[in-house]
Antibody, heavy 128, light 106 residues
Framework: DVQLAESGGGLAQPGGSLRLSCVASGFTFNNYWMHWVRQAPGKGLVWVSRINNDGSSTSYADADSVRGRFTISRDNSKNTLYLQMNSLRVEDTAVYYC???????????????????WGQGTLVTVSS | DSQMTQSPSSLSASVGDRVTITCRASQTVGNFLNWYQQKPGKAPKLLIYGASSLQSGVPSRFSGSGSGTDFTLTISSLQPEDFATYYCQQSHSTPLIFGGGTKVEI
């Protein structure tokens, strides 16, 4: 079974940092683009970032939201996806989900950009 | 960026009802439109991809249609386990955008 397990959430102060991790199992991790999606309490889903199979290509949501503050990365030897979050703001408070791109790709292929497997999410709370 | 507008934002329905949810894109997304179901406290679940393709394991009472800017998710006969929030999402281009959600209530 495909499993994605996030960790690293918690309470952070405005301006602080957190690093989220997502450990993948049950599939060949380096065959898939991976994504982060967040959901503020009581609100809808917001795509945050994606990374390609070997980590050489990344994309982020618009500049006003996370670009320049968040960094996505992966370690295929550890089957782990990361999200480094710096300069945290109160509005970054959300459940953060890692999600698998729906279809496997080979290096150089484009992402399919929809999500067939999700983790359970990790809650990030930014508050003073 | 393409904005995704869902309607209605909520609806009340009964078991056995036919339910239709609409998603409109601010610019064409071709057929790169996907639907998810989310229950409280749970991760979303992929229902429909490519506007009309049913994800493996999803009951056939769920169907999707549309192309370009206007899309529809239909539940042909609402079941008790279908009470949830539904989201559309465009995968035409980044940034990937979700609709605001439609809560289906009893």
């Amino acid at each position: 079974d495909v499993q994605l397990a996030e960790s690293g959430g918690g309470l952070a102060q405005p301006g602080g940092s957190l690093r989220l991790s997502c450990v993948a199992s049950g599939f060949t991790f380096n065959n898939y683009w991976m994504h982060w999606v967040r959901q503020a309490p009581g609100k809808g889903l917001v795509w945050v970032s994606r990374i390609n199979n070997d980590g050489s290509s990344t994309s982020y949501a618009d500049a006003d939201s996370v670009r320049g503050r968040f960094t996505i990365s992966r370690d295929n030897s550890k089957n782990t996806l990361y999200l480094q979050m710096n300069s945290l703001r109160v509005e970054d408070t959300a459940v953060y989900y890692c999600a698998r791109d729906a279809l496997p790709t080979v290096a150089g292929d484009a992402a399919h950009d929809y999500f067939d497997s999700w983790g359970q999410g990790t809650l990030v709370t930014v508050s003073s | 960026d393409s904005q995704m507008t869902q309607s209605p934002s909520s609806l009340s329905a009964s078991v056995g009802d036919r339910v239709t949810i609409t998603c409109r894109a601010s610019q064409t997304v071709g057929n790169f439109l996907n639907w998810y179901q989310q229950k409280p406290g749970k991760a979303p679940k992929l229902l429909i991809y490519g506007a009309s393709s049913l994800q493996s394991g999803v009951p056939s009472r769920f169907s999707g249609s549309g192309s370009g800017t206007d899309f529809t998710l239909t539940i042909s006969s609402l079941q008790p386990e279908d009470f949830a929030t539904y989201y559309c999402q465009q995968s035409h281009s980044t940034p990937l955008i979700f609709g605001g959600g439609t809560k289906v209530e009893i």
